[in-house]
Structures are given as structure tokens and as C-alpha cells.
């Protein structure tokens, strides 16, 4: 027999289960988020493989928002969270879902429970629950209100939703068993008393689900075939399967996989959220977010992300990825499109001495090496440039191959230029430079075959515009913040975001819009911020231009 290769250990799960007909061959997956904070990179993982697995069978995938928590949830994230899955490339169609849909059936389901004898109405306090739960070792003992009649727990769970009693008095518990060794099983809570006004349903409830209770009831509802989940959730699938034995109703497929972890990020929307509530970054969407809204400001695409998360694999361990592979898809992808342009971002004017006053010349610079289909444009040379100041030194080393005196460099697309002096102010500090051009290097290059080891990039500095740009790192110091119980906010690291303001661009940028993604030479990616008007044009620094990804997968090759 042949031996199937499968691209994952899901995709091997689904395929037995087409091949036996479980489920009528259909292939159903669902996304589902707690609107409580906006999405991340881990929730990326989850999105591309449910959509992209339900698309590879001919199923569905639905977005469905599980809103059990009034106290965390809002609107806006709600809101956040369709953009952003729209923007990574889905779509659920017509299946758009809310658990809030659903709660008059689980209210009926509970009805159902407790006539079986199998959940009841009790007066614990959450304290007093964890302490009778018991532990790993030690059995957990029977509350004193397990042996309500069905009668007194019809009658007090109806007078929990009609609003009578106070938050926190009282709570459904399932009736499964005390001493079970998977302490999930040890009577957990179904409903909570909670007077808080719900995004979606108002004031209508005052009990709401918990997680465990509804997140089973809502794949059966919704007719999901495969749940895939994280691995913490392992061990709540005996719970999820007895509710639904007990309620005698359809029973999806639970299959666990271990979550997405990076280095130097945080990825749990508790945590994200003190970051923004905390002031420690400008909100959901700062550039150094590992958020999505934050990924795609600082110039991610769609694509990058997705091949990103293609690339981490699917598997049954927690790892952590490192954040260069990250960083080298995104790289791959701008390499390969970007369009190259020319920014100083710490400029040093150099004023070439023999070049006439007044000439100005529009020079060709190409669009894109790696593209030649993308065309040249025209950039303006006069007499006056900038260069970046780490370009020169005055007690230049031999091996310093750019700007020093007496020393010839090429400009791109431009001359060579040979610096003549280096003009200082009372304080020593250098101002300006002054050098020659040779008007036989046009276009960078000469025909005497004369060597120049530099290469320049510059700007005209009659015609060049002013920007601002941000330069960013990691946001934290530590490839695993908040590992073995440090407070994560100590491992922030306080150069995360370097803004420099006052860098010279060549005049096509002054066009840039937020899609447009570029590569300024020899410093990185860039693209325009939204914060960006007319007269202060930003950019973020996507990424650099160095790829320590592509050395590491080099070395294990
Ligand atoms: P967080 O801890 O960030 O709050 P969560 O699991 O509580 O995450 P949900 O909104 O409940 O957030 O997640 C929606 C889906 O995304 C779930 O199916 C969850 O398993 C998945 N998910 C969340 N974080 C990750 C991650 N780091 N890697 C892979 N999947 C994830
Ligand atoms: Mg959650």
C-alpha cells in the first residue's frame, strides 16, 4: 500500500474522516475570538488554518465571535477583528456568528441538564468552589447544594436569569464528579451571575455562559465538524464531549495544536492590553505591536504573514519561533517588489565645486533590479546634495570604503565625486563638504576602468523633500519576556522606537501612499505611516536590509 503523504497531522485526521464518511464528507471549521483585544500574530495561525484548511477540502469556515464575557468585550474590537481578517485574505461569507445568538438555546439546554439531574443551582462562592475543587492529588468534596431537588433548581436557575439574585451569589454547576482526576470534571461552572450589559444583547441577560459551557454548545449549533484549538484546551474535550453526550445533540471533532509563541513578543491579549493601557505604546495598532493592525502599519502584508505561519508549521509541541524568520518573509517578499528609492536620514550637505551654479540634470535611477518591467524614473542632480553622515570620516581607516578626503566614492545613479575639503564650525563640528565631481563618470560608472569602492546614495538638495522617519526594534530586550514569572513590562526595551526628523528624501516620495512600499537604499524597508499628512510626511521602517534568517537557515543547511 502506498503511504499518503499529508502536509499535517490535521489534514491526516480530515482526510480518515472524508474517507469514512463521519461526517457525510463535509469539512466545517470555525474562527473563534473573544472580542476582548485585537488580533495578533498567534490568532493568524489559527485563521489561516482553519480558513485554508476548510478551503483545501471544498468546506466552510465561519467567523464566529464568542462574546460569553460582557466585562471584556466591546464593539470596537469586534469591528477590529473583521477588518482584520478580511485583510489576511478571508472570507466567511454568509457566516458571520455571535455566541450572544445563541444564548436563549443554552439557557434551554441548561432546562435540559437539570431535569436530567445533571447540573445544579449552587450558593458557593467562586473561593469556597476552588477550595472544595480539591487538586491534581487530592480528590474535591460534594458541595452542600449538590443535592438540590430538580424542582428548587428549575426554580431558583429561572430566577438567576430573571435578574433576582446578586453577582456572584450563585452559579449552575454541572453534576459530573468531585473526585474525576481530570479536575475539569470536578462539577465546573456553567453559568455566572453577572449584571453587566452585553454589545449584543443588552440588558436581556443577567447569568451568562462560561467559556467551557458555551464553546461546545456553539461548534454543535453551528454544525462544525473539525475544532481545531490549542493544546490547552486538551484537556477540557472530556468536559466537551459530556455536555454534548448528556444533551444527546451533534458532536464535532476536537483537534488540538500547539499555539504560536515568538521571541521578543508577548502574544495574550492580557498582556497586549496593558501594554496599551499602560501608555508603554502608542495603542493596538503601534507599528511595534505583534497585533495585526500593528504588523500591517509597520508595512507587513497579508502575504507575508500568510507564508509566514505556512512556514512555522502545524505541530503537537510548543516552540517558540524566532522573530528573524518573521522579519525574513517579509523581506523576501519587498526584496522582490519594493520599489527602490534614495532618503538620507541623517544628512551631511556636500557642495560639488565644479559643477556649474545653476545646471540641474534628471538622472535615470531604476524602479527595481530585481524587476526591470517596473521602469526607471527620473531623479534631479545639482550642485548641492546630502549624503548620510556616517558616510564620511575625516581619519577614515583603509578598509572605510565610502567618504573620506581625498577619497573618490561613487554617487549612485550620479558621478564619482573625490572630497576636497571638510568645512567645520567654531566648535569643530563638520558642516559640509566640499568635492569635486568628474563629469566622464555619468550614470556611475566610467569607461578608464577606474575602481571606486563606494557607493553612495544621496539626495538633491534643491529638490529633496523633508520626512520623518521611525526606526524600529524590539520591543522587548528579552527573546522570552516575562519568562519564569518576571513582570514582562521590566523586559521593555527603551529603544524600541527611534524617530529621527529631520531626513531628506528625493522628491518622488512626496507621492507615497499608505500601500506603496519601498526600499531606501541601503537603509531598509519603509512605508508611509497613517499619521502622515501633506506637510509631515512619516515613515516606518518596516524592516533593515540585513537578513539574519537567511544566515541561520544557511548554517543548518
Ligand atoms: P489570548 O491568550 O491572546 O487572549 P485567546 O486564545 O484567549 O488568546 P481567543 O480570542 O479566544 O484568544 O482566540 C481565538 C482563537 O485563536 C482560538 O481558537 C485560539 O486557540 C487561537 N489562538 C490564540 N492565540 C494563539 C496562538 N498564539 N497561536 C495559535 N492560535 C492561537
Ligand atoms: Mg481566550
Avoid at 466585562?71 to 469591528?79: A, C, I, R
Avoid at 438555546?105 to 458557593?124: G, H, S, W
Avoid at 535615470?364 to 521602469?375: H, S, T, V
Avoid at 544621496?458 to 520591543?475: G, P, T
Amino acid at each position: 500500500m502506498v503511504k499518503k503523504e499529508y502536509s499535517n497531522f490535521i489534514e491526516e485526521i480530515i482526510e480518515k474522516d472524508i474517507e469514512s464518511n463521519r461526517y457525510g464528507g463535509r469539512v466545517h471549521t470555525r474562527f473563534p475570538p473573544e472580542p476582548n483585544g485585537y488580533l495578533h500574530i498567534g490568532h493568524a495561525k489559527s485563521i489561516c488554518l482553519n480558513f485554508a484548511t476548510a478551503q483545501k477540502y471544498n468546506g466552510k469556515c465561519n467567523l464566529r465571535f464568542d462574546d460569553t464575557n460582557p466585562l471584556k468585550e466591546d464593539k470596537k474590537y469586534v469591528n477590529s477583528i473583521i477588518e482584520d481578517v478580511k485583510w489576511l485574505g478571508f472570507d466567511w461569507e454568509d457566516r458571520l456568528f455571535y455566541a450572544s445568538s445563541y444564548f436563549d438555546k443554552m439557557y434551554e439546554y441548561a432546562v435540559l441538564l437539570i431535569k436530567k439531574n445533571k447540573a445544579y443551582v449552587c450558593d458557593l462562592s467562586a473561593d469556597e468552589i476552588r477550595q472544595y475543587r480539591g487538586t491534581l492529588t487530592s480528590p474535591g468534596k460534594d458541595s452542600p447544594y449538590r443535592n438540590r431537588s430538580i424542582e428548587e433548581n428549575l426554580e431558583l436557575f429561572e430566577r438567576m436569569k430573571n435578574g433576582e439574585f446578586e453577582d456572584g451569589s450563585k452559579t449552575l454547576r454541572a453534576k459530573i464528579d468531585m473526585s474525576h482526576p481530570n479536575l475539569n470534571m470536578r462539577d465546573p461552572v456553567m453559568y455566572r451571575i453577572l449584571h453587566t450589559p452585553h454589545h449584543k444583547t443588552a440588558n436581556k441577560w443577567s447569568i451568562y455562559p462560561t467559556y467551557d459551557w458555551a464553546h461546545c454548545l456553539e461548534d454543535s449549533i453551528e454544525g462544525i465538524t473539525h475544532s481545531l484549538c490549542t493544546l490547552e484546551f486538551a484537556d477540557h474535550r472530556i468536559l466537551y464531549e459530556w455536555f454534548l453526550d448528556e444533551l444527546g445533540i451533534y458532536k464535532p471533532q476536537q483537534i488540538e495544536f500547539a499555539r504560536l509563541n515568538l521571541t521578543y513578543t508577548v502574544l495574550s491579549k492580557r498582556k497586549l492590553n496593558k501594554l496599551v493601557d499602560g501608555g508603554y505604546v502608542q495603542g493596538w495598532d503601534d507599528p511595534r505591536m505583534p497585533t495585526l493592525a500593528g504588523l500591517r502599519r509597520r508595512g507587513y502584508t497579508p502575504e507575508s504573514i500568510r507564508d509566514f505561519v505556512e512556514r512555522t508549521g502545524v505541530t503537537k509541541s510548543d516552540s517558540v519561533v524566532d522573530y528573524a524568520l518573521l522579519e525574513h518573509c517579509i523581506r523576501d517578499e519587498l526584496n522582490r517588489n519594493a520599489k527602490r528609492v534614495m532618503a538620507v536620514l541623517e544628512p551631511l550637505k556636500v557642495v560639488i565645486t565644479n559643477y556649474p551654479e545653476d545646471e540641474v540634470e534628471e538622472l535615470d535611477a531604476d524602479n527595481n533590479p530585481e524587476k526591470p518591467e517596473d521602469g526607471v524614473r527620473k531623479i534631479p542632480f545639482c550642485r548641492e546634495v546630502y549624503i548620510e553622515k556616517e558616510d564620511f570620516r575625516e581619519d577614515a581607516p583603509k578598509k572605510f570604503f565610502r567618504l573620506a578626503p581625498g577619497r573618490e566614492v561613487r554617487l549612485k545613479h550620479a558621478y564619482y565625486i573625490t572630497c576636497t575639503d571638510v568645512i567645520k564650525d567654531k566648535n569643530g563640528n563638520i558642516v559640509e563638504l566640499h568635492c569635486t565631481y568628474d563629469p566622464k563618470s555619468k550614470g556611475g560608472w566610467t569607461d578608464d576602468g577606474r575602481k571606486v569602492r563606494g557607493t553612495l546614495h544621496w539626495v538633491s538638495a534643491k529638490h529633496c523633500i523633508d520626512i520623518k522617519v521611525r526606526l524600529y526594534n524590539h520591543l522587548f530586550k528579552d527573546e522570552e519576556p516575562g519568562k519564569d514569572d518576571s513582570d514582562f513590562i521590566e523586559s521593555l526595551n527603551p529603544d524600541s522606537c527611534v524617530v529621527l526628523d529631520n531626513c531628506k528624501a528625493e522628491p518622488s516620495l512626496k507621492d507615497a501612499k499608505l500601500e506603496d512600499r519601498f526600499q531606501f537604499l541601503r537603509k531598509g524597508y519603509f512605508c508611509l505611516d497613517k499619521d502622515s499628512n501633506k506637510n509631515n510626511l512619516i515613515f516606518n521602517r518596516t524592516a533593515t536590509l540585513k537578513d539574519s534568517w537567511s544566515k541561520i537557515e544557511k548554517k543548518t543547511k
